[in-house]
């Protein structure tokens, strides 16, 4: 692939866009370290980001969006059942390494079964 930019633009591109990451990222620790209290309505909201996070990456590996022959959802049975076991561990123990170990013997099991 080609472009009409030299190899200098692009590294100050890049420099570019690896400072403003970085700038992103420190300041929620530069302005956390300054904030006396944070206030309740943010505690509440922040509660709910690790379990948003974990379904987002979960949810696609478990579900598909299929368009042939038409539009719809498609299950992979393994992963839903060891997703299914995986989940009443996490409920039952509270134990992620406990549930990270089942949920990945679990699937295993099913894929060498199916």
């Not at 700038?23 to 948003?52: H, M, N, Y």
């Not at 949810?59 to 009443?88: D, I, Q, R, W, Y």
Request: hydrophobic share 60%.
């Amino acid at each position: 692939m080609t472009t009409e930019y030299g190899s200098t633009m692009i590294w100050v591109i890049f420099l570019f866009i690896g400072l403003g990451a970085f700038a992103l990222r420190s300041s929620f620790i530069f302005f956390i370290g300054r904030l006396k209290d944070v206030p309740t309505w943010v505690e509440g909201v922040l509660r709910f980001v690790p379990p948003a996070v974990l379904a987002a990456l979960i949810v696609p590996a478990v579900l598909s969006l299929s368009l042939e022959p038409s539009l719809g959802l498609t299950v992979k049975p393994e992963k839903l059942f060891a997703l299914a076991l995986a989940a009443a561990v996490a409920w039952r123990t509270e134990n992620i390494l406990a549930t990270i170990s089942v949920g990945m013997v679990a699937l295993w099991g099913f894929q060498a079964v199916v």
